[in-house]
């Protein structure tokens, strides 16, 4: 698997758990507004995240939690690369509703919300099939 971002989580917002347990989370980098940061997942990308977009069939790692890229927005790896962002929801939707925006296979929300601690591994990386 070719790796395309690598990442580690800094801090946890407090309003992380109760959007995980609705299949939706959102990465933002170090430094984010506090309005932001209170519910997103902080996060130090270790290199750079590649240039290439991650095609549909992708896999993306939260610590344990395995899952597909399903629909990814126009400007969601942009987003990405400028500035750490991107809104994930494991809805198993092939149509994203927001440009900037990645859709995942569905997941145990209860082990989403488990893995989504400080010093957690995420990953997306471009490979067909888990």
Not at 23 to 47: K, Q, T, Y
Not at 95 to 118: F, H, M, N, W, Y
Request: hydrophobic share 40%; charged share 20%.
């Amino acid at each position: 698997m070719s790796v395309l971002l690598k990442t580690r989580v800094t801090a946890v917002g407090p309003e992380v758990a109760d959007l995980a347990e609705g299949g939706v989370v959102i990465l933002f980098a170090d430094g984010a507004p506090p309005e932001l940061a209170e519910v997103s997942v902080l996060h130090s990308v270790e290199g750079a995240p590649s240039d290439e977009t991650p095609p549909v069939g992708s896999v993306i790692r939260i610590g344990d939690v395995t899952a597909k890229i399903t629909g990814i927005g126009d400007y969601a790896w942009q987003k990405v690369k400028d500035i750490g962002h991107v809104v994930i929801t494991f809805n198993g939707f092939e149509q994203v509703e927001r440009p900037g925006e990645i859709c995942a296979s569905e997941v145990d929300t209860e082990e989403l919300v488990t893995a989504l601690k400080i010093g957690t591994i995420i990953t997306i990386g471009n490979c067909r099939g888990l």
